[in-house]
């Protein structure tokens, strides 16, 4: 549907071609990483916290879509959105902390891949608030599933310290990917990334289900 909105015969071929590298590439990642939330063993400090999003690909996919998502619909979310998202990450790593069960985490976090991959596909323009209601939901879970891990760290002020900034980095790069694809072909590109991105955590959703 988004490859038949180019216009031309060569460009429609260029786009069929990034979106099968596109799927090729975040499917090669997906079957190792899709479940780097929840690690065995002791948590080391700053560095260990600063990897630990970017080697989990549902994380990381989560927090570029936010800074895509954001970028593609321009205005105050291009910050809201991802200022929004680790301050309620925040709370859901607390609720993690705490002990409280928190039920089908890894399965919304994969959603939360494929949700937000849909938005950008589609070009959502959401309003303000139902796009941070989006947001927020999905950081409880993912801070749920840190914060779980958390106590496991070595050294958790660190490990808490590195998490934030490489979520915030991410967040960045993901900005910086929505206003570089905003102008290519009305935006397309960046409609193709989404769709990619959605059919990744659609592959990460039936982990959880399929036995």
Sequence with gaps: MIIGMFEG???????????VLAIGALACLAPETASAHLEDGALGGFQSGFTH???GVDHLLAM???????????GRNVW???VTFPLIMAAGGIIGISGIALPYVE?????????LGLAIGFAWKAPEWIALLLIAIFAIFH????????PQAVDPASYS????????????????????????WKGQLSRLL???????????????ILP
């Design 9 to 19: 015969p060569g460009v429609r071929c260029t786009a069929k071609s990034l979106w």
């Design 53 to 55: 999003p970017i080697i």
């Design 64 to 74: 570029l879509a936010v800074g895509i998502w954001g970028a593609q619909m321009g």
């Design 80 to 82: 809201t959105l991802p």
């Design 107 to 115: 399965l919304s976090i994969a959603l939360s891949v494929f949700v």
């Design 143 to 150: 801070g749920y599933a840190h914060g779980v891990e958390l």
């Design 161 to 184: 310290m590195g998490f934030v900034v490489a979520t915030g980095a991410i967040h960045l790069v993901g900005i910086g990917i929505g206003l570089l694809l905003a102008r290519p």
């Design 194 to 208: 989404g769709g990619a991105i959605a059919l990744t955590g659609l592959y990460f959703a039936a982990g959880p």
